[in-house]
């Protein structure tokens, strides 16, 4: 088995618990490629084997069986710009908060890894965005995972963001913003701001506007089909157009085009993990608050 390592840096409470998870890598692949920004990392926190190779690029990264991510859930966001449409399974390891992508905690490193080495796990499609503006390419990758945020640049007025779908038009919002997400977005940003959950594998966006001015605008949940055109107006000139944790100035009165990318991000899943029990155990469902 074939096996790449990404992540981002750590609390040093996680060192005993990512040793872990780099041993038991190796030992199902004695040369593992990692990211070579996280291998400085880890060289600094830890002994790394000579037999590590790197990668810094989605070019350098191949096509391994596996891609570890060890982090939280913007880690597996900065994955998905090296694995683009390889299909390449991501399996999250989880130092971070919430944990809905990087959902294998320390205390599972080990039935995780022997489920990946006995091929007792299963593969879960995630439908990505993929965003057009005349003018800009993104660093040459024009997709999201969680959602495309339209939002204003400074403190000082609303954004007016007019949304039309497949040339039929749908509102226009006053707000600080507007957030189209896809089922996965929809416990994040979508989620703080108000929208609604929904289960991953469902073939819709959501629209939810941030601190809308008429509070008549309540979040929209759409068919992922056809085309969204979004042009932002206002006092500015400029406003922020954000591709989950990658942020771009946007001109104002350029059109903003969302459609469904051609290809989805596939993630790995134990055995015993389903979204109802993930989305329980993270937002403490069901649990008497009297008695957190």
Known sequence: MRIAV?????????????????????????????????????????????????????DDLGQPD???????????????????DKRIPILGVNTG??????????????LAMDAVSAGRVWYEDRMMLEIEVEGMDFDGFPYALNEVALMKRDTSSMVTVEVHKDDVFVNTYWADGLIVSTPTGSTAYSLSAGGPIVMPGSAVWCLTPIAPHNLNDRPLVLPAEGRLELVAEGRADQFLLSLDSRTFVLPAGREVGVRRAPFNLRLVNLEHQEFFSTVRAKMHWGIDPRNR
């Not at 992540?7 to 593992?32: C, M, N, S, W």
């Open 97 to 110: 908060r919430l944990g809905f992508l990087s959902n294998v905690g320390s205390e599972e490193i080990d």
């Open 6 to 58: 990404f992540g981002k840096t750590f609390a040093a409470t996680y060192d005993d618990a990512v040793k872990h998870v780099l041993r038991r890598i190796q030992e199902l692949d004695g040369h593992p490629i990692v990211e070579v920004g996280f291998h400085e990392l880890l060289k600094g926190r830890m002994r790394v084997a000579s037999e590590w190779r790197t990668f810094a690029s989605a």
């Open 66 to 84: 596996l891609l570890v991510v060890i982090g939280g859930d913007g880690t597996v966001l900065e994955a998905a710009t090296f694995v683009r």
